[in-house]
């Protein structure tokens, strides 16, 4: 188990933080949002390296078969976890919310796609903005905690929903939607894991390189 010092947290939060206020910057009426892509992406979890990079392909195509569909008055995020999409944000219209998974579905290599579109108005920066620091702290949460593995579960909130993402065992998934769910804040936890068995868990363990 890999332990965080206070102030590796505080840095935690702090950039997670400034990365949210960075993407909201100059916003069109249309936001869409996703991974960055770059070395800092390439870190030790439970998806080979080249699965990491076609989720990041999957997620900036997705990102543009969206953008081409020219919503008005939307907020779309694109998340891939080993092939599989997460959809989130606001759109206005039902026939955007269908429009937009019909797009994604077909980007290469989706394995499946979960859409959880919501449809009401945009979210508002301020908005955004605690959903990032809410993100920063349920991450230190599982720091903190003795029995899981931080790296291995992906968090993204929006409007205080937590969904978490990731190759995880029933054991893993319970305990990391606990752990999530006492963050003050959190009003939601959203599972969206694959389950894996806990023989194969031990054979990842086995094949991870050590850091």
């Known amino acids: 188990m890999i332990r965080m010092h206070k102030s590796a947290r505080l840095a935690l939060l702090t950039l997670v933080a400034a990365t949210g206020a960075t993407q909201l ?3 069109a009426p249309l936001l869409i949002g996703g991974a960055v892509m770059g070395g800092a992406m390439m870190v030790i979890d439970r998806r080979t390296s080249g699965t990491q990079v076609e989720d990041q392909a999957i ?4 990102l543009g078969r969206v953008r081409e569909l020219g919503l008005i008055n939307g907020h779309v995020n694109i998340t891939s976890y080993n092939r599989m999409v997460l959809i989130t944000g606001e759109v206005s219209r039902e026939a955007d919310r269908v429009a937009v998974e019909q797009v994604v579905s077909r980007v290469d290599n989706v394995r499946s796609v979960v859409n959880d579109l919501a449809l009401m108005e945009p979210s508002t920066v301020g908005s955004r903005t605690n959903d990032s620091v809410l993100s920063g702290k349920v991450k230190a949460s599982f720091v903190d905690a003795k029995d899981v593995q931080a790296q291995a579960a992906k968090v993204i909130t929006e409007r205080g929903v937590v969904y978490l993402m990731g190759r995880v065992t029933e054991r893993e998934a319970a305990r990391y939607a606990d752990v999530a769910r006492a963050v003050p804040g959190v009003a939601k936890v959203v599972r969206v894991f694959e389950v894996i068995s ?6 990842i363990q086995t094949t991870t390189p050590k850091q």
């Open 25 to 27: 910057a100059g916003c």
């Open 59 to 62: 997620e900036f195509k997705s």
């Open 198 to 203: 806990e023989g194969e868990l031990a054979q």
